[in-house]
């Protein structure tokens, strides 16, 4: 059985602005920092085999900070990458409501394409340890599309708020893919 813990990137400043990612490449703030030094002591006796992480920097420095005492190996997959949003990235959510209050942005990923994406992703990982546990840092909006395919369902709208540096699991079992936690976050209480 495949397990994967699925973090949140740890906080950047665009995050704190309320700026829409996306497919810009933004780094951690010091919190976020935090954040990641946070999760690696969460996952010091978790025994994961492997690290997988997004292609953007946010997502890659928070994996490399979990990965400085666990050295798993380190795979980067193009297919976690935040979901582009086109033109709205940048934007804060006031400018996003004004200008585009259906939420369609031009030229943003179909959730179509995000979905085939994601799940060449997971077929990547399952594939490379199917008895494995590993550890995958990657975006809000990837983790939110993960979960409505997890459960089948969108019983995770985009408006349940998942941390940075957040924590949760889902395993595969007889070729499904199951949630098991949602959104730990007692390891960042401190931050």
Known sequence: MTKIYIVRHGETDWNCEGRLQGGTNTSLNQRGKQQAMACRSY????ACNAMYTSSLDRASQTAA??????QL??????????????VAEGMTYEERIKNYPDKIYPNQESIEDLKQRI????????HQYPEGKVILVTH???IHTLFTMVKNSSIY???DLLSNGGVSLIYNKDGNWWLDNYNEIQHLKDI
């Not at 996952?43 to 978790?46: A, G, L, V």
């Not at 900070?65 to 666990?70: A, F, P, V, W």
């Not at 193009?78 to 086109?86: H, L, P, S, V, Y």
């Open 73 to 86: 190996p380190f795979y980067t997959l193009k297919e976690f990458a935040e979901r582009t949003f086109g």
């Open 140 to 142: 809000g909006a990837v």
């Open 43 to 46: 996952f010091e006796n978790k």
């Open 119 to 126: 799940s060449k992703g997971l077929q990547t990982i399952q």
């Open 65 to 70: 900070i979990i990965n400085e005492t666990l």
């Open 157 to 159: 709208p985009q408006s």
